[in-house]
């Protein structure tokens, strides 16, 4: 019972970006900007840090400046530039906050660790808003190109032939934000299931990978080398905020839990967008 928020957090961001991958660019932001003020709620509470309305603010601030810079740049080099921006900044005030507080404050390095690793997370959910604006909308391919120009992957050797790799789903393209996030969505539904660590890290990251490929074959115009890539990146991160989570026990609190629910969804936006970037030409 003390992880239904947890769960329920994850599956909320999952899903709400599954959907707005759908709806474009502005509501991909608005839904990234509202997972952003549910990881700065519940984060300093999941810390048990002192300052939380100012850390809270700072966090909330660094991950909507980095969402609305990737939602309005003009070229795909800058999508992440915000993202560095609202992160620097985001941990210079995290240390002004500290200086403020004066000196002899209880627990300022606890403090100022999970604040600022608040603001990373925050920040990072930015690749989910420069992920769907990548490739089509901003590197200058036209839409209708297909699995077999844009969406085709790297080879793993010089000499190989990666449309080998590709397949083109009965209806129509899969975006890959779409595919990321529904892949999440799958992911954290294997992590909830109450079975011993080993079993359940090698669910989640052989489910993950399984799923995304899965969709693809379905339904899309991906690469399989590029799902079952994109899918253990997946598997991999929540396998390892699970086993952090069960390490560390529930979260006290239902904003704690919300927070931790939401993080590695989040996280993923920068893992996805930076897999589109290395891996699509």
Known sequence: MKYIPVAASALFAAITLALASWAGTLAMTLVVCGICLLIALGWPQLMGVAARRSLSAVIAAAGIIAALGAASVGTAEQ???????????????????????????????ESTIGACAGVLISTTAAGWVA?????????????????RGILAVRGLFAVEDTTLLAVTGASGELAVVTLAASTLLVGTLLAVIPLRNWLAMTLVVTGSVVAAVAMTLAWGELTLLFAGTLGLVAGLLLASFRRFLVAQGPPGGILSGIAVGAAPIAAMGALTYFTERLLLV
Not at 82 to 99: D, E, P
Not at 131 to 145: C, D, F, N, Q, T
């Open 131 to 147: 992920g769907l604006r990548y490739p089509i909308e901003l590197a200058g391919v036209p839409e209708a190109e297909g699995a």
């Open 79 to 109: 999508l992440f530039f915000w993202s560095s921006v609202a992160l620097a900044f985001g941990v210079m005030s995290v240390f002004l906050i500290q200086v403020l507080r004066g000196t002899g404050r209880p627990h300022r390095l």
